[in-house]
Nanobody
Framework: QVYLVESGGGLAQAGGSLSLSCTAS????????MGWFRQAPGKEGEVVAT????????YYRDSGKGRFTISRDKAKSTVYLQMNSLKTDDTGTYFC?????????????????????WGQGTHATVSS
């Protein structure tokens, strides 16, 4: 059984930071590109950031460029999303996702349908 468990959400003020973590079990994280998606209240889910198997070629949604950093730690089987300079629009539930791929370097998928495993989500609220 595959589990992706997110943590690190909570309440932050605009301009502040939050660090999200996603710990995987039941799969070999090295075999997967990973991603973070966000579901904001009343809005469709959207990709926030994705990362290839080796960490190269990360993808960021335009709204997160320069503020968010996605990274991965093989030894801890964990993927991170560091969010700085938070804005109220960053509020939402953040989901970790995994996409199995043979591409080591360049595959940083962006579509919801590209991912086959999902976590339960962690909620982040950014107040003004």
């Amino acid at each position: 059984q595959v589990y992706l468990v997110e943590s690190g959400g909570g309440l932050a003020q605009a301009g502040g930071s939050l660090s999200l973590s996603c710990t995987a079990s039941g799969l070999k994280l090295d075999d997967y590109a990973m991603g973070w998606f966000r579901q904001a209240p009343g809005k469709e889910g959207e990709v926030v950031a994705t990362i290839s198997r080796t960490g190269r070629n990360p993808y960021y949604r335009d709204s997160g460029k320069g503020r968010f950093t996605i990274s991965r730690d093989k030894a801890k089987s964990t993927v991170y999303l560091q969010m700085n300079s938070l804005k109220t629009d960053d509020t939402g539930t953040y989901f970790c996702s995994a996409a199995r791929t043979t591409d080591l370097y360049n595959y940083s998928p962006r579509a919801h349908s590209d991912f086959e495993h999902w976590g339960q989500g962690t909620h982040a609220t950014v107040s003004s």
